[in-house]
Structures are given as C-alpha cells and as structure tokens.
C-alpha cells in the first residue's frame, strides 16, 4: 500500500519545481511560439509540453508502473492499479497573454478513483493540495469550503466551450439566471484553479461543461477533502470523465443544481 501523505509531499515539491519553470517563461513568452491544437482556440506552447515532460519523468521515479493521461498528448497504460491525471498547465491562453491565472493540475486516481490531487497556481505560487489520508491544504494550511449557505450570497465561476456550441443557449440561459441571483460570475480561465478557489472558500461553486479528466481530476478531489460536494450536471457521480460537473459546499449546490438541471434538461 502506497503512503498517499508521502507521495503528496513529493508531487507539492516537483509542481513547485515546475511552477518555477512555467513562471520564468511566462516573463520572456514569445506569442509566436503558440499552436493551434484540434478544435478554435485550443492553443498549445513548447511550455505545456515540456511542462508535461518534466512532469511524467519524475513521476515514473515517485511511482513506477503507474499509467499517465495527459493533455499533451502522454497516454500510458500502467502496470498497477494508479493513473496520473494531469493538465501541465491549465489555462494556456492566459498564459500566453501574459494574463494570470494559470495552474499545474495533477491528480493519483486508482482504479479510476481519485485519491490524491495538487492544483499549483503558477503566478502567486500557491499550492492546493490534498489526499484521502491527509485532508485539503493551501501551502500547508488546513482550507474549508465556504459556509455561505443561501445562492443569493454567493459568488460564482464557469468557463466556456472551445467547441459543442449547440448547448450554448441553454448554458447562457443558466448564466443569466445565476446572474439575477448570486453576488456574480467570474470567468477566470482555469478549470482547476476554479476548483481549487471553491475547495479554500473564495467561490462558493463553480459549474461548466465540456471538460476533460485533466481538467477537473485534481480539483475535484480538493473539492471533496474541503467538505464539498461534486456531481454531474443530473446529481450523478460521473464528472471525471462525463465532461460536466457543479461543485460547491452542500447547501449552494443543491440550489445551483436545481437552476443547472432545470434549463440543461
């Protein structure tokens, strides 16, 4: 049996090593360095993917025989029963407008369930982080989900779709409702950094479609250490790879939920 607490403190000091990469480039990006992945406006840089390099590297030697699913392209089938999950640098178009905030996202899920996660904001260098046997931290204090428990005193984040525009009037439709109704929506550009700001208690939920496994693997299992609840957009429990997902503490996301299903349906 792994010692989830050990691995943690290894994956906080190699996203730390990597941030400080990402961090010195992003003072020196060149703009025309950006490619155009599959799909308008899924943009790449030579940052994610040697971000991702240095990051599968190390891993092999923390953890031999695991599997790796990563956004750049890393796709290994492992030997036992773990699977990295990671986003190597979450947010790239702000990265590559100079504009924050961006994040390392990495999450350990064995047999498909997520049992350790480290969300690293590159720009104020802070580390979420969190396992099963530990709890959920922010460079190494203790973080709750936010006790607001009414909709109307919240504040919210979403993101948009790079492609699957045909759901877009009814995602709007949810938008403005939300709008009418919380303190506002914040749209910042980082699905894991979104999470990790509603697992410390600065949101009080967030909501989007159309996302991947590396997106959300992390962030949601900070969510869930922090004492919130996670679901798909029909209660469910497939967010990790079901493309959609409401998170929040227990009370605000029974409410955003009930708005969410009613106008997705």
């Not at 992003?26 to 971000?51: C, H, P, W």
């Not at 899920?109 to 690293?120: P, Q, S």
């Not at 959920?136 to 936010?146: D, E, L, M, P």
């Amino acid at each position: 049996m792994i010692s989830l607490a050990k691995l943690e403190k290894q994956v906080v000091e190699l996203s730390e090593e990597v941030g400080d990469f990402i961090y010195t480039e992003s003072r020196t990006f060149d703009r025309a360095r950006i490619e155009q992945k599959t799909g308008f406006n899924n943009l790449v840089s030579y940052v994610d993917k040697e971000s991702e390099r240095r990051i599968v590297t190390a891993l092999q030697k923390i953890l031999p025989g695991s599997g790796f699913i990563g956004e750049e392209g890393t796709s290994i089938k492992g030997t036992n029963e773990y699977t990295w999950v990671i986003d190597p640098l979450d947010g790239t178009t702000n990265f590559t407008h100079g504009l924050p905030p961006f994040a390392i996202s990495i999450g350990l899920a064995r047999n498909e369930k997520v049992e350790l996660g480290i969300v690293y904001e590159v720009n104020l260098k802070e580390c979420f982080h969190g396992s099963l046997d530990t709890g959920a931290f922010c460079n190494g204090k203790a973080i709750r989900v936010s006790p607001i428990d009414s909709l109307s005193n919240g504040l919210l984040a979403t993101g948009f779709p790079y492609y699957m525009f045909d759901k877009m009037d009814a995602y709007l439709q949810i938008i403005r409702k939300f709008l009418d109704d919380t303190h506002g929506i914040r749209r910042l550009g980082s699905a894991a950094v979104d999470l990790a700001y509603v697992a410390a208690g600065r949101l009080e939920g967030f909501f989007e479609y159309n996302l991947n496994a590396w997106d959300v693997a992390a962030g949601t299992l900070l969510v869930q250490m922090a004492g919130g609840k996670v679901t798909d957009f029909k209660n469910g429990s497939n967010f990790l790879f079901g493309g959609e997902l409401c998170a929040a503490n227990s009370a605000v996301h029974e409410e955003m939920l009930a708005v969410i299903r009613n106008k997705w349906d």
